[in-house]
C-alpha cells in the first residue's frame, strides 16, 4: 500500500508562483512513478506530470510545459511539482499519484493510476 500526501497549495495571484510537495510511503512506493493531476470544477481530470525514482526522464503535459516542473527528493521520498507565471485558469485541485513505471501512459487522458493523494486547492486570482 501507497500513502501519498499533498502540500503546498493556497491562493497566489497571477503570474506568481508556488510549489506543490507530495510525500510518499508505504513499503513499495519506490516501484512505482509518481505524478500530478487536476480537476477544475466542471473539468475532466488532467494528467500534468510524471517522475520516476531513478533515471532522468520525466513527462510534462504540452498545456503546462514551460512552465511546471516535476521534481525528486530521493532522500525525502517526495516529489515537487514547481508552478511559475499562474494563470487563473490553473485554478484546480492538484493530487499526486503513483502508478505505472511507463511515463507514456501518463500522456494518456484515460489513465488513472493506482494509488491518490487527498487533493490540494490551488487559486490563482486575477
Known amino acids: 500500500q501507497v500513502q501519498l500526501v499533498e502540500s503546498g497549495g493556497g491562493l497566489v495571484q497571477a503570474g506568481g508562483s508556488l510549489r506543490l510537495s507530495c510525500a510518499a510511503s508505504g513499503g513499495t512506493y519506490s516501484a512505482y512513478a509518481v505524478g500530478w493531476f487536476r480537476q477544475a470544477p466542471g473539468k475532466e481530470r488532467e494528467s500534468l506530470a510524471a517522475?520516476?525514482?531513478?533515471?532522468?526522464?520525466?513527462y510534462t503535459a504540452d498545456s503546462v510545459k514551460g512552465r511546471f516542473t516535476i521534481s525528486r527528493d530521493n532522500a525525502k521520498g517526495t516529489v515537487y511539482l514547481q508552478m511559475n507565471s499562474l494563470k487563473p485558469e490553473d485554478t484546480a485541485v492538484y493530487y499526486c499519484?503513483?502508478?505505472?513505471?511507463?511515463?507514456?501512459?501518463?500522456?494518456?487522458?484515460?489513465?488513472?493510476?493506482?494509488?491518490w493523494g487527498q487533493g490540494t486547492q490551488v487559486t490563482v486570482s486575477s
Open positions: 517522475i520516476r525514482w531513478s533515471g532522468l526522464n520525466t
Open positions: 499519484a503513483a502508478g505505472s513505471l511507463s511515463l507514456g501512459l501518463w500522456t494518456r487522458s484515460s489513465y488513472r493510476p493506482d494509488y
